[in-house]
């Protein structure tokens, strides 16, 4: 009973002040007032619990429409389901639904679930929990968290993808980091800024022991994998630059016998939010790879069919740049100007697409693409994007690319609206 009263109270409160809202003012939906509104239904749960337990809810949405002038869908992202057939189709990219929770000030929650499973697994396991952790902030500058999270290794696969001024992360954070951007373990975190003068000065550290088999999988070896970022704030305003470390081991399986194989990667990082031109991004990443493989088969480098007792390493690399400016403080009729976010990136993928030999010094082959975009923010919660990406693949990456993600070449236009709160 107290469960539904609870929930009930919450429900009742929310309706209510929504209806208010939109009675008072159907002209300015920007300002209207839903984190009250959100406010309220947390608290109608909240009462569940005793007066320290605080929980918000959320909710994160993408969806869209696409077209490759490919014929059909040849990349992961953003599509639910890779379709042999069409190249134009609307797609539901994320649905997810958060729970937040703080038992006090010292221990906390958040629980994730994603209904929209998208494309691909990270091996067999079930995609539906994304975040399942609970952290523990007793000990100054080490904030402990324990479960399933992401793993501290470059920028653009930490941060939020609601976050991301692009449709589609880079070909480098997708090949490199995204195979493992979740996985199971504990990790320390910390930050400390202070003033040398009026200029800035901070850093923030995160290190992780992980399974190293990604998420919602257990371990299927002994060894565990270590992962490691540090950003700094180099006494410049609005500049942070960072470096990213990965090292762990993997499990290939030949017949009944199985080996474990280092998987080492590295990256570094620049991000700049200019003070003097608010609104004006600047950030650039390198992610670099190296993988053992002990089997290897074209289109599929991870698979335990193949070349037998290939025993030799896979080095890929990638980077991208990144500028956008998002227009504010717009007045008159220029007003209307305000939320609109041009956007363009470089981005770059080299990827082994034939391991080196002792014969042979392996086959390279790069991915690169153009990426022009453009954002409308129509309040905090929501925005509408809209990127045209120009894509070039190597001839090799076709038939025997380690990784599915953009074989051929081709144009994809994306038209996709967002809400996240």
């Given at each position: 009973m107290r469960l539904i009263s609870g929930i009930v109270a919450g429900l009742m409160m929310f309706i209510g002040v929504g209806a208010t809202a939109m009675a008072a003012d159907q002209t300015a939906p920007a300002d209207r007032p839903l984190d009250g509104q959100l406010g309220n239904l947390e608290e109608g749960f909240?009462?569940?619990?005793?007066?320290?337990?605080?929980?918000?809810?959320?909710?994160?949405?993408?969806?869209?429409?696409?077209?490759?002038?490919?014929?059909?869908?040849?990349?992961?992202?953003?599509?639910?389901?890779?379709?042999?057939?069409?190249?134009?189709?609307?797609?539901?990219?994320?649905?997810?639904?958060?729970?937040?929770?703080?038992?006090?000030?010292?221990?906390?929650?958040?629980?994730?679930?994603?209904?929209?499973?998208?494309?691909?697994?990270?091996?067999?396991?079930?995609?539906?929990?994304?975040?399942?952790?609970?952290?523990?902030?007793?000990?100054?500058?080490?904030?402990?968290?324990?479960?399933?999270?992401?793993?501290?290794?470059?920028?653009?696969?930490?941060?939020?993808?609601?976050?991301?001024?692009?449709?589609?992360?880079?070909?480098?954070?997708?090949?490199?980091?995204?195979?493992?951007?979740?996985?199971?373990?504990?990790?320390?975190?910390?930050?400390?800024?202070?003033?040398?003068?009026?200029?800035?000065?901070?850093?923030?550290?995160?290190?992780?022991?992980?399974?190293?088999?990604?998420?919602?999988?257990?371990?299927?070896?002994?060894?565990?994998?270590?992962?490691?970022?540090?950003?700094?704030?180099?006494?410049?305003?609005?500049?942070?630059?960072?470096?990213?470390?990965?090292?762990?081991?993997?499990?290939?399986?030949?017949?009944?016998?199985?080996?474990?194989?280092?998987r080492n990667r590295w990256a570094v990082e620049l991000d700049y939010n200019c003070p003097k031109l608010k609104g004006l991004k600047v950030r650039g990443e390198y992610l670099q790879d190296s993988k053992f493989f002990d089997k290897y088969a074209s289109k599929d480098a991870i698979v335990t069919t193949g070349t037998a007792n290939f025993r030799h390493w896979s080095h890929s690399y990638g980077w991208y740049l990144l500028g956008a400016y998002r227009i504010d403080g717009q007045e008159g009729m220029l007003g209307y100007l305000n939320g609109l976010e041009p956007v363009i990136r470089y981005d770059l993928l080299n990827e082994d697409t034939a391991p080196a030999t002792t014969a042979s010094i392996g086959s390279r082959s790069t991915r690169y693409r153009t990426t022009i975009g453009v954002n409308y923010y129509l309040n905090k919660y929501a925005r509408l994007m809209a990127n045209y990406e120009m894509i070039h693949a190597g001839a090799d990456l076709k038939s025997r690319s380690l990784e599915m993600i953009d074989t051929i070449s081709h144009n994809l236009f994306t038209v996709q609206a967002q809400i996240k709160f």
């Open positions: 909240a009462r569940l619990s005793g007066d320290t337990v605080k929980l918000k809810l959320g909710f994160f949405f993408q969806g869209g429409w696409l077209n490759d002038d490919a014929g059909f869908s040849v990349g992961g992202p953003p599509t639910n389901g890779i379709s042999t057939t069409s190249g134009n189709q609307f797609y539901v990219r994320r649905a997810r639904i958060f729970l937040n929770g703080e038992l006090s000030k010292k221990v906390g929650f958040r629980v994730s679930i994603e209904p929209a499973i998208t494309n691909g697994t990270t091996g067999g396991g079930s995609q539906l929990l994304r975040d399942a952790y609970i952290w523990l902030d007793y000990i100054p500058y080490a904030k402990i968290t324990l479960g399933q999270f992401k793993v501290p290794y470059g920028l653009e696969g930490i941060e939020a993808l609601a976050d991301n001024p692009t449709v589609n992360r880079s070909f480098a954070t997708n090949f490199i980091h995204y195979p493992t951007l979740r996985d199971l373990g504990v990790m320390a975190s910390g930050k400390y800024s202070t003033k040398v003068g009026d200029m800035p000065l901070g850093a923030s550290y995160a290190v992780a022991v992980v399974s190293g088999k990604g998420y919602n999988q257990s371990d299927d070896n002994g060894a565990k994998d270590f992962a490691m970022r540090v950003v700094v704030n180099p006494l410049v305003e609005g500049l942070n630059v960072g470096y990213s470390f990965y090292k762990g081991e993997t499990r290939s399986v030949v017949g009944s016998n199985g080996f474990d194989h280092d």
